[in-house]
């Protein structure tokens, strides 16, 4: 599919016209989250995608509790609901189920591929060569086509072979030793798996670009772990380049203070003293001395850290939160709240940036999702597009593609 000449596609929405993305066709074969989340990006910014499920279905549709909606029969003659991860990572997808193993769904497959412009795939390595896609053939039947291919632990090296689950990624690349404060902790979210799926995105929109000057696709590869590693940033210089195992960060930034979570006479609060001026604007607003000895420089106040704490959280306690909020901004303090989930998605400025869709399920009626964090100047909407199409029940689209495929 040239780049310049965008097909109209079962899908496309006149508003979507515009999208970044539109006219592009994406084939998504992976499942869980890291490739379900790339691919959602894609969607958001207007692609087509196609999400290829096997016959029971992508493995985060029985991940749950919580599942929501009326019981639905499926294929192996259970009742199944729609769980709310699967909702997470599915917007603006269309679902065609096909079972790789027969050879008349690999038939099927073959000819999405010929039209494609990306192909998604989170298999072990070597799973989708031993069914009869292996990267050679993908490119003979189309040379254009940019595949992504998402792994656990990299495509080669001694742990290859390692199934990748975010949990034992989050421990595995590091980030656990550095985040709790008694003991490793992992992340709230499935944070190795949405930096994969993010660099898998980065990966792909360049792959794009290249083909657009070279006519031709190529393989871009990333892993749970490299995602992992990719975001250590000052907490791995601090061991490669000045020869500190960093451990538990806590609630305190190591390099800088104060900045952290602190203690008031209601809630827990924020504040972030990124410079020195800073500090003294802070020092200003709780009438202290910028210079009093131990906290005169950053690097003083890193060192008596625990100190600075007490002697902040003993000020915070006379006054509830809001109280410091709002003196702290005066100030020009960077600080903020501790904001549980139902805060944030009933928050004015949240609402202001659209992270907060409604979209029109099959089955659920109509629902709220998280938003995409990419705006665009010509419109208000939270990715490319005009609108957005709810998550996919289980092969909701299998005729339709088929057809279109035929026509």
């Known amino acids: 599919m040239p780049d310049d000449e965008p097909d109209d596609q079962p899908g496309d929405q006149p508003g979507d016209q515009v999208a970044p993305l539109s006219g592009l066709l994406v084939l998504d074969l992976t499942r869980a989250l890291a490739g379900p989340h790339a691919a959602m990006t894609l969607g958001d910014l207007g ?40 909702l997470s ?20 497959l073959a000819r999405l591929v010929e039209r494609a412009d990306v192909l998604m795939e989170n298999y072990r390595v070597g799973v989708l060569d031993r069914l009869g896609f292996p990267v050679s053939r993908l490119h003979d039947l189309n040379p254009r086509l940019v595949v992504l ?21 989050q421990g595995e690349g590091g980030l656990m030793s550095i985040t709790g404060t008694e003991q490793p902790t992992k992340v709230g979210v499935p944070i190795a798996d949405l930096i994969a799926g993010m660099n898998g995105t980065i990966g792909v929109l360049a792959a794009l670009t290249e083909r657009a000057r070279t006519g031709r696709g190529r393989v871009v590869r990333t892993s749970l772990l490299a995602g ?86 003993s000020h915070f306690a006379h006054q509830p939160a809001e109280h410091w909020l709002r003196l702290l901004a005066e100030a020009g303090v960077p600080s ?25 399920h099959s089955t659920l009626g109509p629902i709220d999702l998280p938003g995409s964090p990419l705006r665009f100047d010509d419109n208000a909407f939270s990715g490319g597009r005009s609108s957005h199409d709810p998550p996919p029940t289980l092969g909701e689209h299998n005729d339709a593609i088929r057809e279109w495929l035929d026509s």
């Not at 904001?339 to 907060?356: E, H, I, K, N, P």
């Open 336 to 360: 903020g709240k501790v904001r549980s989930m139902d805060d944030v998605y009933s928050w004015d400025q949240a609402l202001s940036q659209g992270l907060l869709l409604s979209v029109e």
């Open 47 to 86: 692609a087509r995608v196609i999400k290829v499920e096997p016959p029971a279905g992508d493995d985060t549709r029985s991940w749950g509790p919580p599942f929501v909606g009326p019981p639905q029969d499926a294929d192996d003659g259970s009742t199944v609901r729609e769980s709310t991860y699967f």
């Open 228 to 313: 992992m590693v990719g975001v250590h940033a000052f907490q791995g210089t601090r061991w490669t380049v000045a020869g500190e195992v960093p451990g538990l960060a806590g609630d305190h930034h190591p390099s800088i203070a104060p900045y952290g979570m602190f203690a008031t006479a209601s809630a827990p609060i924020q504040i972030a003293c990124g410079s020195e001026g800073l500090w003294r604007a802070l020092c200003g607003a709780l009438q202290w001395d910028p210079e009093d000895d131990g906290f005169a420089t950053n690097p003083e106040r890193v060192a008596h850290r625990d100190d600075l704490v007490e002697r902040l959280e």
């Open 149 to 169: 291919s998402i792994t656990g632990f990299g495509h080669d090296g001694p742990e290859a072979s390692r199934a990748g689950y975010d949990q034992i990624a």
């Open 89 to 108: 990572a599915n917007r603006n997808k269309e679902s065609l189920v096909l079972d790789l193993k027969s050879e008349a769904d690999r038939d099927v």
